[in-house]
């Protein structure tokens, strides 16, 4: 399914959703990027603010993703999110669609929050359940991942990501390097994407750490679901 969404003064941009990854083309005056999410790392309730529509990383909340409210159309655009929900979701389609008319309570909550700050931080360490790295490291495919990770991607962009699945390749049984990497790879935005498709090991990897969080109930992000 795609969608094409057209901005004044700020150029195009097309999402095409194939199997679990969305493919973003975006058009302006002055550059043409090709972008890809993996929406297996999506939370599946969008946060609807102002003239726009935000989907979160599934791991620390990050904004990954947003799309303008009802364009081209509402029909297209309620089809397309409908699709995009069940997608991330991986369920049958019985998901009932965004609500694009939302109570006023709830849409000044959701335009009160700012968008530009650091979404809110987990518990602390100590109010967690203390828990090992979710499966025994492999270094072996920590060394293909980087390997090509480095082949396709400017490794300058995920260098961060690269140092530390490095260090967790030296050191495979040390938590800290685990969740270091972790916290690599939520810093990489739009990157993201890609990485998973040229490092299917980090891609196991990240997704046990999301049903880990949800499991110990750190997956409830209150201060960024909206509906």
């Known amino acids: 399914m795609i ?26 005056f002055f550059k043409e990027e090709k972008l890809t999410v993996d929406l297996s790392t999506l939370n599946p309730e ?32 309620t089809a397309f999110v409908d699709a995009l929900k069940q ?27 700012n968008f530009h700050e650091e979404p809110p931080a987990f518990a602390e360490p100590d109010e967690m359940v203390e828990e090992k790295p979710f499966r025994t490291i492999n270094p072996d495919r920590l060394e293909e991942d980087i390997a090509g990770l480095k082949l396709c991607m400017d490794e300058n962009a995920i260098k961060p ?3 530390s699945l490095e260090t ?15 916290a690599a790879f939520n810093e990489l935005g739009f990157n993201q994407g890609a990485v998973l498709t040229y490092a299917p090991y980090v891609k196991v990897l990240v997704s046990e750490s999301i049903h880990a969080l949800e499991r110990l109930g750190a997956s409830s992000y209150d201060g960024v679901k909206g509906s």
Request: hydrophobic share 35%.
């Open 168 to 182: 967790l390749m030296a050191e495979p049984e040390s938590k800290d390097a685990y969740e270091n990497m972790l």
């Open 3 to 28: 969608l094409k969404q057209t901005q004044f003064l700020k150029g195009s941009r097309e999402f095409e959703i194939l199997d679990e990854t969305l493919f973003v083309h975006i058009k302006s």
């Open 46 to 77: 969008p946060v609807i603010a102002g003239s726009e529509v935000i989907f979160y990383s599934d791991y620390k909340g990050r904004p990954i993703l947003s799309l303008l409210l009802n364009k081209p159309s509402t029909e297209e655009f």
């Open 161 to 163: 990501l690269l140092d």
């Open 87 to 113: 997608t991330i979701r991986g369920n049958d389609g019985t998901d009932t669609g965004i609500e694009t008319e939302i109570a006023e309570s709830t849409r000044q909550e959701a335009l009160s929050r």
